[in-house]
């Protein structure tokens, strides 16, 4: 079965300092993408970064670059110059198969940046 | 701009109360999924749908149903309320040819 793990429950950085974020996952699926979520306390569920299994080049958006590991079956988020906007819950996801299917979630990553 | 709406934000119900939610999109997406937010937890999918009419279950099932009767609406019924049902319950909406989700704004139910 497919499985998504952060093992960060809570992480703190510095303004402008740069951050990562780990996530692992499991699957036995070729074909898979892995999202990113930005959830600030209002709760609105943010689209941050996409990567897909079959892309060779690691993505980026912005400040938002996803650090993909396919032998590790990682795909760490790494936020460069963190902002004090960033502090939020962060959701790694994997969705298995077909673009638009289920989205398995990790427990979530709290980032809080100090001033 | 593209919505999932949930009908209400915040709710409060009784324990063996029967609870609708509800959750309505305007992108003309196939896919629909309910998911509860729990700390410590992430999100764990309950039910999803793929078409009108059809339902699968998720990770987390029990206690709860879903009706899909119209493309756009997709409800979540939780057919005797109890207390570990107390959560934040989040809509989203995805269609097949993109990697795009859209998530609704969330509705946080508490059983009392």
């Known amino acids: 079965a497919q499985k998504i793990t952060q093992t960060q429950p809570g992480m703190f950085v510095q303004e402008k300092e740069a951050v990562t974020l780990d996530c692992t996952y499991d699957t036995s699926d070729q074909s898979y993408g892995l999202f990113w979520y930005k959830q600030p306390s209002s709760g609105e569920m943010i689209f941050l970064i996409y990567q897909g299994s079959y892309d060779e080049q690691n993505a980026t958006e912005g400040r938002y670059s996803l650090n993909f590991q396919k032998a590790r079956k990682s795909a760490n988020l790494v936020i460069s110059a963190s902002q004090l906007g960033d502090s939020a819950m962060y959701f790694c996801?994997?969705?298995?198969?077909?673009?638009?299917?289920?989205?398995?979630f990790g427990q979530g990553t709290e980032l809080s940046v100090k001033p | 701009d593209v919505k999932v709406t949930q009908s209400s934000r915040y709710l409060v119900k009784r324990t063996g109360e029967k609870v609708f939610l509800e959750c309505v999109q305007d992108m003309d997406h196939e896919n629909m999924f309910w998911y509860r937010q729990d700390p410590g937890l992430g999100l764990r999918l309950i039910y999803f749908s793929y078409d009108v009419k059809m339902k699968e279950k998720g990770d987390i099932p029990e206690g709860y149903s879903v009706s899909r009767e119209k493309k756009e609406r997709f409800s979540l019924i939780l057919e005797s309320a109890s207390t570990n049902q107390t959560s934040m319950y989040l809509c989203?909406?995805?269609?097949?040819?993109?990697?795009?989700?859209?998530f609704g704004s969330g509705t946080r139910l508490t059983v009392v």
């Open positions: 996801a994997m969705r298995e198969g077909n673009q638009g299917g289920k989205l398995i």
């Open positions: 989203a909406s995805s269609v097949g040819q993109s990697y795009g989700y859209t």
